[in-house]
């Protein structure tokens, strides 16, 4: 399958101990995206890299959050002392974006990882 | 007030019936983006538009840019339709979009 993949699919912990997630995008993709969703809401965005760049990072995310792509291609989001506040789904989407900066191209979704904090 | 509105936020169908979910923005955007989630999760892409109208098999998706919504549209619905649609910008001064909260839609045979 070459879709973009997450994993874990499903995390659960207690509140203060640090978690990580993986994406790994399509392969020719050169963004990649990381959005939350709590149950009944639309996505929230909450960072975004351009190859290895992280060009914008959402004022949602505390500084117990971390993000990376260091080689451009798989990505990590990290929450450090994990809150139950951070119970979510963690979605990660990657495209193509040829030209314009702004444009975000045809995203395509991981199935995300469901994170659950006791 | 949200960026970007939808309704209805549920809307139930007989098969075959004609259905509309419509999509409010307050923003300048570049383009507009209709994705479908099924439950569990996953989330597919249906349609990016900037302008007009798309197709694709008996879902349609139009746009007006002056008025700011969008409409996303199915044709003889059938029970596999049954998701939860969502409608997203992108204000392009950014990167990223900015999502609506979803319309629930349950088709029943």
């Known amino acids: 399958d070459t879709g973009v993949s997450q994993d874990p699919r499903h995390k659960i912990t207690k509140r203060g101990q640090n978690v990580t997630f993986r994406c790994d995008p399509i392969?020719?993709?050169?963004?990649l995206y990381w959005y939350r969703q709590t149950l009944g809401q639309g996505p929230e965005f909450l960072t975004y890299?351009?190859?290895?760049?992280?060009?914008?990072k959402s004022r949602l995310l505390s500084n117990r959050f971390s993000a990376e792509r260091p080689k451009g291609s798989f990505s990590t989001l990290e929450i450090q002392r994990t809150e139950q506040g951070d119970s979510a789904m963690y979605l990660c989407?990657?495209?193509?974006?040829?030209?314009?900066?702004?444009?975000?191209?045809?995203?395509?979704f991981g199935e995300g990882s469901r994170l659950t904090v006791l | 007030k949200n960026e970007v509105e939808q309704s209805p936020q549920n809307l139930t169908a007989q098969e075959g019936e004609f259905i509309t979910i419509n999509c409010s923005y307050s923003?300048?955007?570049?383009?507009l983006h209709w994705l479908q989630q099924h439950p569990g999760g996953g989330i597919v892409s249906l349609f990016m538009?900037?302008?007009g109208k798309k197709k694709h098999g008996r879902l349609i998706a139009t746009i007006n840019i002056q008025e700011k919504h969008s409409s996303l549209h199915i044709t003889a619905s059938h029970p596999r339709d049954s998701a939860v649609y969502i409608c997203?910008?992108?204000?392009?001064?950014?990167?990223?979009?900015?999502f609506g909260k979803g319309t629930k839609l349950s088709v029943k045979p």
């Open positions: 989407a990657s495209s193509l974006v040829q030209g314009r900066w702004m444009d975000t191209g045809e995203l395509f």
């Open positions: 392969s020719e993709h050169n963004r």
């Open positions: 890299f351009q190859n290895e760049a992280q060009l914008e």
């Open positions: 923003v300048g955007i570049s383009a």
């Open positions: 538009l900037s302008s």
């Open positions: 997203a910008v992108n204000r392009g001064s950014q990167g990223n979009l900015i």
